[in-house]
């Protein structure tokens, strides 16, 4: 089934590991989001890439840090834990940046102790 | 003062009965409006898009007030299935999707 793969699906943390969030899609689109939801904030953007090789900031990226090998690939790193990274994470898709229809994953549950 | 703010609810309501939410954005720039819905420990999908004219999908109608800045959303007829959180969202001059809080509906028998 098309879609996109997160894993791990939730993780418990110690304060000050690193942690890679993997995130995957076989839709073959260009564009890949990676968002936080939070209890009352909905969900913040924090990194977005427009293509493979490219990557921009967004509402949310200190902390995190993202790359873009390829198409299909758009992990999302957490260098040193912090107990307000404690959130769902979600990884989003679309055909190209700005398209108003994404595609989510099921989504990451953190906690950072 | 957010973009895209909603009641965060929750809004019960009996089997049939017909509920309303609303969201208001600030951007006056913003180009394309939605709902998303997203079930209890699941990822947002699409429900419907906002337009213009206003639209209806079945049981769901969604109304837009460029005027005021807010988008409606209307269900009749409610079923234990709409039970979930309703995400309003905004498409900025930025081309980047702005998610409200979301509004919870709880459905009861």
């Known amino acids: 089934i098309a879609g996109i793969t997160q894993a791990p699906t939730s993780q418990i943390l110690a304060a000050g590991r690193r942690m890679t969030l993997r995130c995957t899609q076989d839709m073959r689109h260009n564009a890949m989001y990676w968002y936080r939801q939070d209890l009352g904030l909905g969900l913040r953007l924090i990194h977005y890439s427009n293509t493979a090789g490219t990557t921009g900031k967004g509402e949310v990226p200190d902390g995190y840090s993202v790359s873009r090998a390829n198409t299909d690939d758009f992990p999302l790193t957490l260098a040193s834990a912090v107990p307000s990274q404690t959130s769902v994470y979600f990884c989003?898709?679309?055909?190209?940046?700005?398209?108003?229809?994404?595609?989510f994953g099921a989504g990451s549950r953190l906690t950072v102790l | 003062r957010k973009e895209v703010e909603q009641d965060p609810g929750p809004f019960n309501v009996p089997e049939g009965a017909t509920v309303a939410f609303n969201c208001t954005y600030s951007n006056s720039a913003s180009q394309s409006f939605f709902w998303y819905r997203q079930d209890c420990r699941k990822e947002p999908k699409l429900l419907m898009s906002?337009?213009?004219s206003g639209n209806e999908d079945g049981r769901f109608t969604a109304q837009l007030n460029r005027a005021s800045q807010y988008i409606s959303l209307l269900i009749r007829d409610s079923k234990l299935s709409d039970s979930a959180t309703y995400l309003c969202v905004v498409n900025n001059a930025g081309n980047m999707l702005t998610f409200g809080g979301g509004t919870r509906l709880m459905v009861k028998p």
């Open positions: 906002v337009y213009s």
């Open positions: 989003a898709s679309s055909p190209s940046l700005g398209a108003n229809v994404l595609t």
